[in-house]
């Protein structure tokens, strides 16, 4: 009995699970979204990439500054113009907070 009410359980927290998004799914349209490999390319020199909704899309610019002035103090590669445009949109579009 004691099994089947395990079993029981299980199925409900997997089937709890299936109502979010699935993780690997908003991985998949992150990776697929315009400025990702201008990201990854240029914060990742430093440590991992961070997910877009750490900050409000208006935060951004300001985050971004401050990496790109650790940048300028270090050897890591500065981004150009429009990497910096492309990254910005990345974070800023992807940003759940609205
Ligand atoms: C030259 C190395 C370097 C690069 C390149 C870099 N970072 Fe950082 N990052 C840091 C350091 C050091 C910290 C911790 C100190 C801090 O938060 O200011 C940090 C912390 C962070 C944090 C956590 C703190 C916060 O304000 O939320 C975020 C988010 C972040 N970086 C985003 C980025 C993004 C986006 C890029 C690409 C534009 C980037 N980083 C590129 C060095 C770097």
Redesign the pocket.
């Known amino acids: 009995m004691k099994k089947i009410m395990a079993l029981f359980g299980l199925t409900v927290w997997l089937a709890g699970c299936g109502e979010k998004v699935d993780p690997r799914i908003e991985q998949d349209k992150l990776r697929r979204s315009p400025g990702f490999s201008e990201?990854r390319r240029?914060?990742?020199?430093?440590?991992a990439?961070?997910s877009p909704n750490?900050?409000p899309p208006v935060a951004?610019p300001s985050?971004?500054g401050?990496?790109?002035n650790?940048?300028r103090?270090?050897n890591?590669?500065m981004?150009t113009q429009s990497e910096?445009d492309a990254?910005l949109g990345y974070?800023q579009t992807n940003s759940s907070w609205k």
Do not use: D
Request: proline share 7%; aromatic share 12%; charged share 15%.
């Open positions: 990201a240029i914060c990742a020199q430093c440590h990439l961070p750490q900050h951004w985050v971004i401050r990496m790109e650790y940048i103090g270090s890591k590669k981004p910096h990254l974070f």
